[in-house]
DNA sequence: AACATCTATCGTAATATTACGATGGATTAA
DNA sequence: TTAATCCATCGTAATATTACGATAGATGTT
């Protein structure tokens, strides 16, 4: 107990949930936000910006890249983050058709 | 440790987090389909659906209801769940304007 | 009243998440 | 080379999540 079972859903669902939970955070809400805010990815002044030590803004870039939510590039000796416009767009479309798929008829509760 | 920092952020990011985290499971999408597909309201019939325990959607149901996304009326010896439309459209509006504030003019990385 | 049905809650075990200090690797500057 | 800067990763403690059996409460049926 205590694992989510993956086996009984669709890999939609999966997919749709593993990257839904990656934004689900406030701390990496605010780290998008402030990627695509700034535009011109940030990097270490996520951690000035936010009031979270660098091991943890670190760590939360990390599961925004293994969404594929993000990417990053060596900028010197810094690392410059930004949105991954292909996953971006896809997850946008995708959550868009589920609240889509709500006709408000309410003819129920 | 091991708790959210939710002072450090604004109120908004974290209700956004909070609700994004209720759907951020494959069984709360699941549900959500479900009952969005059958529009009138499915209760038990959910247990017969996706493959959990009776106890798990109920743990489920419990944490969308939290989130309010959805509601639940007593319906003879069942209980109804639909979608809350206020909230369900509030969150539609913030999830589209996260992903409406990226341009996609790629300068960078 | 007695019974059946449906669902919420309790208790619990396994696992995941969150946050941070400390450390190490990579790159630039002196 | 040496020092400085930036970031990823390791290790760890505190807490949260996930799933389920067992049980209890509420409603409907006989």
């Not at 939970?21 to 605010?30: D, E, G, L, T």
């Not at 996520?46 to 943890?56: F, I, N, P, R």
């Not at 939360?60 to 993000?70: D, P, Q, T, V």
């Not at 997850?91 to 008829?105: G, H, P, T, W």
Request: aromatic fraction near 4%.
């Amino acid at each position: 107990m205590g694992v989510t079972k993956t086996d009984i859903f669709t890999n939609q669902q999966n997919k749709l949930a593993m990257q839904l939970k990656a934004i689900a955070h406030p701390a990496r809400i605010a780290i998008l936000q402030q990627i695509i805010k700034a535009n011109a990815c940030i990097c270490g002044d996520l951690v000035d910006e936010l009031g979270l030590a660098q091991a943890t803004i670190s760590q939360h870039l990390k599961e925004l890249k293994n969404a594929g939510l993000i990417q990053g590039s060596i900028e010197g000796v810094s690392i410059c983050y930004c949105i991954e416009p292909v996953a971006w767009k896809n997850l946008q479309n995708e959550i868009n058709n589920m609240f889509a798929s709500y006709k408000d008829v309410n003819t129920c509760c």
